[in-house]
């Protein structure tokens, strides 16, 4: 914690002075002062009973709400560090205002939150009528692939596309990560703006970056199509079962390739890879019912290979990839 109640009302822990009486604003219970050579200066309470202020603080999160603060502070926004929300009983790191907008609740997030927690306080801002703003820390950089742990932060936009907003507290910079597609046996790709500059990020996000999907290139086939062998050749877990499924079918997982890999980038929506759904949706019947209720079938069965992502509507992508699978069963499978 960097706040804490004293005798004169509201106080940083950068400010307070050891010796002194300090108290949680949300439960009330007394609160000790840590201040070392080490780690930024912060409150901790003597028992962990309190519901509303987590305990054991990494120092990049200590660190990074504050300098998260003071960049909105000087784009002109007032606000508070872990101001407690009564009716809520929530405590953002962050709360800010522009002028006479709306107010916005910023969580960073450095540990580890699971999706329950996320949808629960993700609501509770929203049903209060404040926007809000998950910044995220480095355990939730993007790799070679999307997890559900960092999944679950996607948001989008038709100027962005699929995006990731981080803060590195070694720079003190922003960090926005846009156009985010994946496609199977092959890296994440997406594109990346880095500024400590509050304007700049907003003017950057408000621009229309005309996102498009990249094509894959010759090498990068190649690449695709030997990491796609090796795993056949390897035949371990999920891919494994894949590779019943398909010969109780009568195929050879390897005879469809030219059916289930794709050569252009897409949506990064798929926990596991796309071509699972792919092959298991073609091999039911060898095409795509166009009748409604039929679509609406496929549709929900695509659910179960997706991320789950609250801050994302997946139907209109989900959508996207039925009309997209179409266009490959005007191949015969045979």
């Known amino acids: 914690m960097l706040v804490a109640e004293s005798k004169n009302g509201s106080i940083l822990a950068g400010h307070a002075k050891q010796g002194e009486y300090y108290w949680c604003p949300g439960c009330k219970a007394e609160l000790i002062l840590k201040k070392g050579n080490f780690k930024i200066s912060h409150f901790a309470h003597k028992k962990k009973t309190c519901q509303i202020f987590s305990e054991g603080e990494t120092s990049e999160h200590l660190a990074g709400k504050k300098e998260i603060f003071a960049a909105y502070k000087n784009a002109g926004y007032t606000g508070a560090l872990e101001q407690h929300i009564k009716v809520l009983n929530q405590r953002p790191d962050i709360l800010i205002r522009f002028r006479d907008e709306k107010t916005i609740a910023i969580e960073f997030q450095c540990a580890p939150l699971n999706l329950k927690k996320l949808y629960s306080r993700s ?69 990346r703006f880095c500024t400590g500059n509050v304007d700049k990020l907003k003017e950057f996000m408000s621009k229309n970056h005309k996102i498009t999907y990249h094509t894959l290139t010759r090498e990068e086939c190649f690449r695709q199509k030997n990491n796609f062998f090796k795993s056949c050749s390897r035949s371990l877990g999920n891919f494994r079962r894949l590779q019943e499924y398909v010969y109780q079918k009568g195929f050879r997982l390897q005879e469809l390739e030219p059916l289930i890999l794709k050569k252009k980038y897409g949506i990064p929506l798929f926990y596991e890879k796309e071509l699972y759904w792919r092959t298991e949706t073609l091999l039911q019947q060898g095409e795509i019912p166009m009748g409604n209720k039929k679509r609406l079938d496929y549709l929900q069965k695509i659910d179960k290979y997706l991320f789950k992502v609250p801050f994302i509507d997946r139907k209109r992508f989900e959508e996207q990839l039925i009309i997209e699978l179409q266009g490959k069963t005007s191949q015969q499978l045979s």
């Open 123 to 191: 609501e509770g801002y929203r049903n209060s009528g404040l926007k809000f703003c998950w910044i995220l820390g480095q355990r939730y950089k993007v790799g070679r692939r999307l997890t559900q742990q960092i999944g679950q932060f996607m948001q989008w936009t038709k100027k962005l596309g699929f995006y990731l907003l981080y803060f590195d507290t070694l720079s003190s910079r922003f960090e926005l990560i846009y156009g985010i597609q994946q496609i199977d046996f092959l890296p994440v790709r997406y594109y």
